[in-house]
């Protein structure tokens, strides 16, 4: 079984610095959706991994992120792709919880839900946190210059060992064979 595990804002579609917090306002990156599909029609299980703060901080709530995540789901569906889990932290950045990322406690969960090991596993993200929560699992990190990955670019804060990418379709060119 091939995993592969996606953040959402800023790899799958567009960033806000005020948050998604509507449905109307979620936007796929373009090419990500495709992308995704291609990873599934390849044997890949795409699994979601994403730091939601704006349920601690009231910006939305839970009804609200599920309508985010079916409209995701229901575009994604139109390319003939899936999404096999969504795992996400609701807490904020002044909270102590071992579930958000670069903490490893989400991908800890995923890992015994799933009952496999996450060694090796790409995990793609646009953000330091990221890379942070891969690198302590033993996941590959892949960050994407999409989202807030340009300015960590820019900044030269990528850790050598990080492969970076333009977008999440370079990587899904990347992982998927050509035939």
């Known amino acids: 079984m091939k995993i592969i595990l996606l953040d959402r804002d800023g790899v799958i579609n567009h960033d806000s610095d005020d948050y998604i917090k509507t449905a109307r306002e979620w936007e796929a990156i373009p090419g990500s959706l495709e992308a995704i599909a291609r990873l599934c029609q390849n044997g ?6 994403s730091n939601q703060p704006g349920l601690a901080r009231k910006k939305f709530d839970i009804i609200a992120l599920n309508e985010i995540h079916r409209k995701m789901i229901d575009h994604l569906a139109q390319y003939g792709g899936a999404v096999d889990a969504i795992f996400f932290c609701p807490h904020g950045s002044k ?3 071992e579930c958000r990322k670069p903490k490893p406690g989400l991908l800890n969960t995923i890992s015994k839900r799933l009952r496999i090991s996450l060694v090796d596993v790409p995990f793609v993200g646009d953000k330091l946190s990221d890379i942070d929560a891969a690198r302590a699992v033993g996941a590959s990190p892949i960050l994407v210059r999409t989202g807030k990955g340009q300015a960590l670019v820019d900044a030269n804060q990528v850790p050598n060992s990080v492969f970076v990418y333009d977008d999440l379709a370079a990587v899904a060119d990347d992982l998927i064979p050509a035939k």
């Open 95 to 97: 909270q102590d919880c």
């Open 44 to 49: 890949y299980r795409v699994i979601i991994v």
